[in-house]
């Protein structure tokens, strides 16, 4: 009765505890299939001895509680070997998915399976599609494997295995919220400085609730087992506002165009203001080139435009996207015989979530004509944008920056995802089993983007005269527009609630993308057959199998989408493929020899792409293969090794997506009255004598990129080797230590060239290849604007990619008497390089210890994650976790050439990090358990970065999926079982 009471103090004491971070272990055997052979991640052999011979490293449920985890990528993300892809801390440009990124590879070179089938159309991938609460272990395999599973498993393969036999109810549920206390002293300095709001001294925002429930039932002797769930999760949103290092958009002195200044970081904004601002592009304005803004002093007079008129983009920005997620499925079989079990699963997802950003605006970039009689402007303003037209009929090309501020632009994110599959597998004896199944997946998108203006009725608004003293459009008088209604941009604050009502409104595009799969594999143990080597004791392995994938794709957009150089797009990949692999014991319990074995595998694939909208095909028929040594001298010492020669195939969006422009960070080097590039550079990317010192900067460092797909893409090919040791000492029990070296080369990787080394390149060296990628506003020079000047960064065969490193994972459980046990593990990686070669034959670059402009995201020399637990007799748990994220410097400050761009002292470099995490698990008997945590437990705040530095994945001056972005987070939860 006392132990019962010290188990009911100990939870009632939970929401005062704090819970923690990942920590992961040398792969275990997998539980039992057909004839409990053990499946492993990385071979399609079933054996009941098989152990991985590839870098495997294994996350169990457990994790997840401590973690206090409802998303499936934040537990990978703070492994050493991924890097932060999309997540919820993105929102503008988010397309509303959470991605993995093995090696720092990118998400598109990870395969991720569930059950050890794809999980979804590999341009779709959704990991929000996994229920958390149902994962029993994630497997995270390193190197490629294409010969086993086909394209796009070259950094690796990470396979999520879920609880689906359950005989009885259970019932997860969680809820958490972040809390950080706002007092960095200088950035609020910086705030106020700028006559900008701060954040709140302290907060409590960003809830997150997870209720997942599940029952299941095993029947006809356990012959049979059916297993439902449904899931409800919700993300609160986080603005900016409420925190020091996002209240408003940092930007370093140097990247401003003609600052003069540099070694500090200011309030920065954006150009297009409430206050109305305008680039005359008409030859015969006074002030062509020139920025010129509505004084606020209400004179009705244009001044030069100065950044102390900038607007504060930050405060309405997402910090955590809002987000509201329902999940169902069940999970049913039933074994006949031995020979034959049918099987089945189904999957459904809706979420929605929204990013949000800053309210919208008639945006400078688009040359606007603009009436150089408008009725809304007096004769100093015409004058200045029309010179001696003012006064006429005619019009002068011009650009406008006008913010209408009121409601804040949303992005309306909704996803309905299905994924089924059957399948009939068996032992049909002699050491066979086989296994035929159909798998379908469909993810059914739909955005809208509201609150927007609409770019083309802003310019019908702006070519305004004036009718008996009325102001009227002249779309109104030739009937192009009746419903035109002019605006007023030349007044401060001048839009009325009626004109915006008229330029504002909302775009809609969709897109559906589906996989199916059919395949057919066959696996036997020769061994039962008389097939094993003289000095072995257990047979040969084989595996034989055929498959058939389909991919599609089929984008729409509707007209104003269209307008805003958004277009439709289709496409369809159908793939055959077959497979072999063999496993060879050679010598078995031997001196020296406990055990050593080869293993090798081959497959097949070809390929055929087309696009019915446009009747483009292509195709192509590769070869991927692998080989794989382990040697175990004894018991407590392995030896393993392996080489695979994997492929990526472009996926459809890669291939058949329209070509669209969009926002990238970057700064024209040839913008501004000094521009940083000499005029000779200058003229190779299109800048005129006439535009040389006069053309405008990238408004807040966002330029303008083209993106989109190449029908001529071919595949990927990577050789990747691995080489390791795992030492499990019999003297020392429950103790395990391996290191593992893995090497990985991608050539011919499909992707783009980063804008930012674009730009840099051609005014570092005037390199005509990277000039060439410029295409400017023929009137203005800039590089910006909706369907204006842009950099060209399509996707195509590049060069190659590269990395290699050393792995560790440790872990060892003792007991300390009367007092339980503890355990303590640690996840490390030590990083040899990462390099990229962006083009074909030309230089490379090593980002290993660098971040910013071209190299992203930091990437560390040294990760890890440790965990000290400590095990009570009463069925507590109390575990201590330490991320650890080593020290980069800013690439732009090495001396490679190719990594030159914008310099900057107070970005220097990001220190190490280090994170501590607490979280305490009670259970109160063999059915009830519940867990508290906080992660971050001394609320350290993210480095605070000129956003100019940010590439993918970057929000709020810093990267959130790297650093704790929210402060500390605290959650409380607990799981049922009845």
């Known amino acids: 009765m006392r132990g019962h009471r010290r188990k009911l103090y100990c939870a009632a004491a939970l929401t005062a505890i704090i819970a923690g971070t990942a920590h992961a272990q040398e792969a275990a055997p997998a539980d039992a299939g057909v004839a409990n052979d053990i499946v492993v991640t990385g071979t399609r052999i079933k054996r009941a001895d098989l152990e991985s011979n590839s870098p495997q490293t294994v996350v169990g449920a457990d994790e997840f509680r401590y973690q206090g985890a409802t998303t499936v990528e934040q537990v990978l993300n703070r492994l050493p070997q991924f890097t932060a892809d999309a997540n919820e801390n993105v929102s503008n440009g988010s397309d509303g998915t959470s991605k993995i990124n093995l090696r720092n590879l990118g998400s598109n070179r990870v395969l991720t399976l569930l059950d050890g089938q794809r999980l979804m159309p590999s341009q779709a991938i959704n990991l929000s599609f996994i229920p958390s609460a149902l994962v029993e272990r994630v497997d995270v395999m390193s190197g490629g494997a294409s010969a086993v599973y086909g394209s796009d498993a070259l950094s690796g393969v990470v396979n999520f295995v879920l609880k689906k036999d359950l005989d009885g109810v259970r019932i997860d549920a969680q809820t958490g919220f972040s809390q950080h206390n706002n007092n960095n002293s200088s950035l609020r300095a910086l705030q106020s400085g700028s006559g900008y709001d701060t954040a709140p001294s302290s907060v409590i925002d960003g809830g997150k609730q997870d209720v997942t429930i599940a029952a299941g039932k095993n029947f006809a002797d356990g012959r049979g087992n059916i297993t439902v769930y449904g899931g409800y999760r919700k993300f ?252 007023n941009v ?119 792409n087309k696009q019915n909208s446009t009747g483009i ?36 969006a890669e291939l058949f997506a329209s070509q669209a ?98 730009m840099g390149q051609c005014a570092a060296t005037g390199d005509p290849y990277f000039c060439g990628l410029f295409v400017r506003d023929p009137r203005s020079g800039q590089v910006f604007g909706q369907n204006s000047g842009y950099i060209i960064s399509t996707t195509m065969n590049t060069g190659y990619l590269k990395t290699s490193g050393l792995d560790v994972n440790a872990d060892y459980t003792f007991d300390v008497g009367n007092l339980g046990s503890v355990n303590l593990g640690l996840v490390g990686t030590y990083l040899i390089e990462q390099v990229s070669q962006p083009v074909p034959d030309g230089g490379s670059y090593d980002c290993k210890g660098l971040f910013g402009y071209t190299c992203g995201q930091p990437t560390p020399e040294w990760r890890h994650v440790a965990r000290l637990s400590w095990m009570t007799p009463t069925d507590t748990t ?78 709020g001056n810093t990267y959130p999926g790297v650093y704790d972005a929210l402060g500390r987070t605290i959650f409380v939860g607990f799981t049922a079982n009845f």
Request: aromatic fraction near 10%; charge should be negative; hydrophobic fraction near 35%.
């Open 236 to 487: 609160s949103p986080v603005r900016q506002s409420s925190r020091d290092v996002s209240a408003c958009a940092l930007q370093d002195r140097e990247s401003v165009a003609g600052s003069g200044s540099f070694d500090q970081l200011f309030c920065g904004g954006s150009s297009n203001t409430p206050y109305g601002s305008f680039i005359p592009l008409s030859d015969l304005s006074p002030y062509k080139g020139q920025t010129l803004i509505n004084n606020r002093d209400g004179s009705g007079t244009l001044v030069p435009y100065d950044p102390s008129y900038a607007y504060n983009t930050s405060p309405d920005n997402y910090f955590q996207r809002s987000d509201e997620r329902i999940t169902a499925g069940g999970f049913a079989r039933y074994e006949f015989s031995k020979a034959a079990e049918v099987y089945g699963s189904f999957m459904y997802m809706n979420d929605q979530t929204f990013s949000q950003v800053a309210p919208s605006a008639v945006w400078f970039g688009t040359a606007f004509d603009v009436s150089c009689n408008n009725p809304y402007a007096n004769a100093s303003q015409l004058a200045a944008i029309c010179g001696s037209a003012a006064g006429t009929d005619a019009t002068a090309p011009t650009n406008v920056g006008y913010r209408v501020v009121g409601q804040p632009r949303r992005d309306n994110l909704r996803f309905n995802d299905y994924r089924y599959s059957a399948g009939l597998r068996g032992d049909i004896g002699s050491g066979f089993s086989y296994d035929v199944n159909y798998m379908y997946s469909l993810v059914k998108f739909k955005e809208t983007y509201l609150n927007d203006v609409n770019q083309a009725k802003a310019g019908l608004a702006l070519n305004a005269v004036s009718v008996n003293g009325v102001p009227t459009c002249r779309s109104v008088i030739d009937g192009t527009d009746p419903n035109c209604i002019p605006i």
């Open 490 to 608: 030349f007044t401060p604050s001048g839009v009325t609630a009626d004109q915006a009502a008229y330029i504002f409104g909302e775009s809609n595009t969709a897109s559906r993308n589906s996989l199916g799969v059919i395949s057919g594999s066959l696996s036997g143990d020769l061994g039962q057959m008389g097939v094993t080597l003289p000095w072995a004791e257990s047979g040969v392995g084989i595996a034989l199998g055929v498959e058939r994938r389909r991919e599609t794709l089929n984008f729409t957009a509707d007209e104003v989408a269209q307008q805003n150089g958004v277009l439709p797009s289709d496409g369809i990949i159908a793939v055959t493929e077959a497979f072999g692999e063999i496993e060879i014991p050679l010598i078995e319990n031997k001196p020296f020899f406990r055990s050593l074995t080869i293993n090798g595998g081959l497959r097949y694939s070809s390929y055929d």
């Open 617 to 652: 095909k292509s195709g192509y028929n590769v070869w991927t293969y692998k080989g794989e040594i382990s040697w175990a001298p004894v018991d407590d010492l392995r030896v393993r090794a392996s080489y695979n020669r994997a492929i990526r195939a472009p996926n459809v």
């Open 661 to 758: 422009v969009g926002n990238v960070n970057g700064t024209d080097p040839c913008a501004g009255a000094n521009p940083s590039a000499s005029f000779e550079i200058c003229q190779a990317t299109g800048v005129t004598q006439a535009m040389y010192g006069s053309i405008p900067g990238c408004p807040s460092d966002q330029c303008s990129g083209l993106g989109g797909g190449n029908v001529a893409l071919k595949p990927e090919t990577a050789d990747t080797y691995t080489l390791g040791v795992v030492i499990t000492p019999q003297a020392l029990r429950r103790f395990s230590l391996s290191i593992d070296y893995y090497n990985i080369k991608v050539k011919d990787y499909i992707g783009s060239i980063a804008p930012s080394l674009i």
């Open 878 to 955: 109390v575990s201590l976790s330490w991320r650890h994220i080593g020290g980069t410097k800013l690439s732009s400050l090495t001396d490679n050439p190719l990594l030159s761009a914008d310099k900057t002292v107070v970005n220097r470099k990001i220190s190490a990090y280090n994170y501590f995490d607490l979280s305490l698990t009670q259970a109160i008997d063999k059915r009830f358990t519940l867990r508290a945590g906080v992660n971050n437990m001394f609320d350290k705040d993210p480095p605070a970065l000129d956003s100019g530095l940010l590439q993918n994945f970057g929000n």
